[in-house]
């Protein structure tokens, strides 16, 4: 029997013997990122590191050298063909209204979103490597091993938004009731597309493509719109 293997309602599901362990692993990880959220804000980063870690070296274990796009350059050009809508809906047109609407109706959240930005004065290689970085790593963390685990034992769309809740949870930083709303709202509807292109190709390349794309969009016209 294979690591992993298809059941007809389209879900992916781990064999029996594992599924015990799979799911206390990601609940474990789960529940220090919440824990950390209310408690520990400060270790939020940490244990997205760990996390990464562990999918990196748990990825290595079960499948060796496969790599995480596929066997070839030509799947992933194909896994983006097959996505490409989804791309530019969550790159440009999520990007362009969530930002019109901070704009007209709320601006204290385009304020707030605004203030996390790196000013042109911090521009440097570094903060460009974070920047690549980032979304790479978020990517790992919530579609290839949160989304993917959760997935083994609940329907795709129960695990992109549980999946997705967690992501904006991770994401809250402190405001009045509107700001919050609003700022976890476009994180959460953004991770939801990363989650539907995730599960259109289990292909973590493609996901973070879209998910750099979508930042660099929503930086640029939150400098130049507002």
Not at 129 to 154: C, D, N, T, Y
Request: glycine share 6%.
């Amino acid at each position: 029997m294979s690591e992993v293997e298809v059941v007809q309602s389209g879900r992916e599901t781990a064999p029996q013997s594992l599924r015990p362990r799979r799911a206390a692993e990601v609940l474990v990880i789960i529940a220090l990122m919440i824990v950390s959220v209310i408690f520990i804000p400060g270790l939020k980063g940490l244990i997205a590191i760990a996390s990464i870690i562990y999918f990196i070296v748990d990825w290595k274990i079960r499948e060796g050298d496969a790599p995480l796009w596929g066997p070839t350059i030509a799947g992933l050009t194909r896994d983006i063909r097959r996505t490409w809508l989804w791309i530019i809906l969550v790159s440009v047109v999520s990007q362009l209204v969530f930002v019109l609407v901070f704009k007209y109706y709320s601006p204290e959240t385009a304020m707030h979103i605004k203030d996390r930005l790196p000013s042109s004065g911090e521009l440097n290689g570094q903060l460009i490597l974070a920047i690549l970085i980032a979304p790479l790593g978020e990517e790992i963390a919530f579609r290839g091993l949160i989304q993917q685990r959760i997935g083994w034992f609940v329907p795709p769309w129960a695990a992109i938004c549980t999946s997705s809740l967690l992501f904006a949870l991770m994401h809250f930083s402190t405001g009045s009731a509107e700001v919050v709303f609003w700022d976890l709202l476009s994180v959460f509807v953004d991770s939801v597309i990363f989650g539907i292109i995730y599960m259109r190709t289990k292909n973590i390349v493609v996901a973070f493509m879209a998910h750099l794309l979508a930042d660099v969009i929503a930086m640029l016209l939150l400098v130049t719109m507002i």
